[in-house]
């Protein structure tokens, strides 16, 4: 049987930026909880502070109060237990694929060399890149990159893989084979994953588990169990069942997205001019 348990645990934490006299809250009282083996899903309106919380999960930034915790432990900051995958590309140009996959273990020096070379192969097999190992980065496309990418993190097993809208940017018949492939992978691997998107759709055929964030300072509105049958594919989002898990996220997303306006005479007069449509 597949554990579920809590893996990272996210608990009142708080976060503001800026100097003490005009602090900005970006986070408040956010509690959540990352189980093992799962992909957690993450969506919030537009500038609600997700890339915080993505930075919060990694390390690199550390609450001002409250906790998190991994494995029973406080995260105090960065690990390669909890890798990012983000919206920009971070391969080094100067690096083929075989070099820009192998950089981490190398500099780390913690893998024997015929082991990491063994690690690598099945790596870049499994994302499809074996005739482009010796490619450098501007000689592959939006969606290799994406692969090398994932394939650049995967070799170092992290925990829990975390990606910050990874798919961003691509165009949409190359992001739609990115995300058939990344559910393919998902559910082979059946690792921990935490998937921050800005895609309703893309988060609901990926989750287990969908976070829905508030406006900022952003908090948990909602977490929604996803259970849709696995293997899934992107023709299940015109099951009834997935327009069910839409329609109830949009209406949040909705509600919080309406907030961002409140509060100024150009809100005013938006909210006003809204709620007149029929």
Not at 1 to 21: I, P, R
Not at 166 to 188: H, I, K, N, S, V
Not at 192 to 215: R, Y
Request: net charge negative.
């Amino acid at each position: 049987m597949t554990d579920t348990s809590n893996l990272m645990e996210v608990t009142n934490v708080f976060k503001a930026f800026g100097e003490d006299w005009g602090r900005e809250k970006v986070v408040e009282n956010l509690s959540l909880d990352i189980r093992r083996n799962q992909l957690t899903a993450i969506v919030g309106p537009s500038g609600c502070g997700k890339s915080t919380v993505v930075n919060l999960l990694a390390g690199f930034e550390s609450p001002d109060s409250g906790q998190i915790m991994m494995e029973g432990e406080t995260v105090l900051g960065p690990s390669k237990d909890r890798l990012v995958v983000f919206q920009e590309t971070a391969l080094m140009p100067w690096l083929t694929t075989y070099q820009n996959v192998t950089f981490g273990p190398k500099l780390r020096g913690d893998m024997p060399v015929r082991s990491l070379k063994e690690a690598a192969d099945r790596i870049i097999d499994t994302v499809g890149l074996r005739e482009f190992k010796d490619k450098y980065p501007l000689q592959l496309s939006g969606g290799m990159q994406r692969r090398a990418e994932l394939a650049r993190a995967l070799i170092n097993q992290p925990l829990v893989m975390i990606m910050d809208e990874p798919f961003r940017g691509l165009d949409a018949m190359t992001r739609q084979l990115m995300q058939e492939f990344y559910l393919r992978l998902c559910e082979e691997e059946a690792r921990t994953n935490v998937f921050v998107t800005s895609e309703l759709e893309e988060a609901i055929i990926l989750a287990d588990s969908l976070v829905v964030l508030s406006n900022r300072p952003t908090t948990v509105r909602e977490v929604i169990p996803i259970d849709l049958p696995r293997p899934r594919n992107l023709n299940m989002l015109s099951s009834p069942a997935a327009y069910d898990y839409k329609r109830h996220a949009m209406e949040m997303l909705h509600e919080e997205a309406l907030k961002s306006f409140s509060g100024t005479d150009t809100g005013s007069d938006f909210l006003r001019s809204y709620a007149q449509q029929p």
